[in-house]
């Protein structure tokens, strides 16, 4: 990416001193952090050109593998999706220390025999990236595609089918052919998660957080923020890591824990430390939070561009 960006500005050297914003979700909380850091580093042997980083911002970021799959079960039982037995026998029994992704997961037999209970109880009718959202049936959706090019609407307000529809989509080539895309013929198909790169290596069990802080001591402005129905990376685990990110940094609340508005409504809640690290959740939003709340992501992405803190009042009064 570094490479890129760099050929990138070559080409298009217009853009060289413009304001330079990084973002991205998910597994972006490890590859915009890296991408950030390297590109810092950039900065510092430079004497020539220098990235105008203004800010970062990563929705339902993966930042700490172990504390996202313990706090995924107490997400579960918290919205009703499991039972109270098998949440008690998931935290007497599991320590989720160093939690590995493939079964049996480095976990006693107990707390292997209790995850998959859990996993039965949520069942498969729902949507781990959302879990108040209807979810798609994928063999309706790819038939309706393969026969008619176009679905079936099956739930209100999100389309559910998106990512296959998108997946059918991308894969047009006279869409790939307006893209400018895929100019090297490549031999294999676009999908949404490519298995080309090895994202659930090691990787994955990174530790993000020292690289947050490197980031913020260098006064780029991050901006971590959270769908709140996510139970995939959800949001109790961001908002606690933020909160030690800020102790470990010494930084003290510069704006309190509060709603934060859009159009007269909540848009979710959101804190701040030492003003240069901003902590939102974003109310009904999935793990991809424009999905499912695009004009609320819109919101959240003008005050990150535009330097300023959410709005946490509204008008007119409630009564
Ligand atoms: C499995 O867990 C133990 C104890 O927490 C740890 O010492 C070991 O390194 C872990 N193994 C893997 C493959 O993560
Ligand atoms: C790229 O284009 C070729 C056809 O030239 C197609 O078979 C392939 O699926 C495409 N790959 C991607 C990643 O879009
Ligand atoms: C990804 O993993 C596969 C199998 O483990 C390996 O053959 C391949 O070289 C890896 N690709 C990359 C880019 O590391
Ligand atoms: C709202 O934000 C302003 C500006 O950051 C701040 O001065 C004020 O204390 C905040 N009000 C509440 C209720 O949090």
Known sequence: MYKFLLGWYKKFPEYKSRSLFLSGESYAGHYIPQLTDVLLMHNEKSKGFKFNIKGVAIGNPLLELDRYIRVTYEYFWSHGMISNEIFLAIKKDCDFEDYTSGDPHNESKSCNDAIDEAKAMVGEYVDNYDVILDVCYPSIVTQELRLRKYVTKISLGVDVCMSYESSFYFNLPEVQHALHANRTH???????????????????YINILPLLQRIVEQKIPVWIFSGDQDSVVPLLGTRTLMRELAHAMGLPVTAPYRAWFRKGQVGGWATEYGNMLTFATVRGASHMVPFSQPDRALGLFRSFVLGQRLPNTT???ID
């Open 186 to 204: 490549l031999t294999y198909g676009w999908s949404m998660c490519s298995d080309v790169l090895n994202l659930t290596g090691k990787d994955v």
């Open 315 to 317: 008008h007119p009064p």
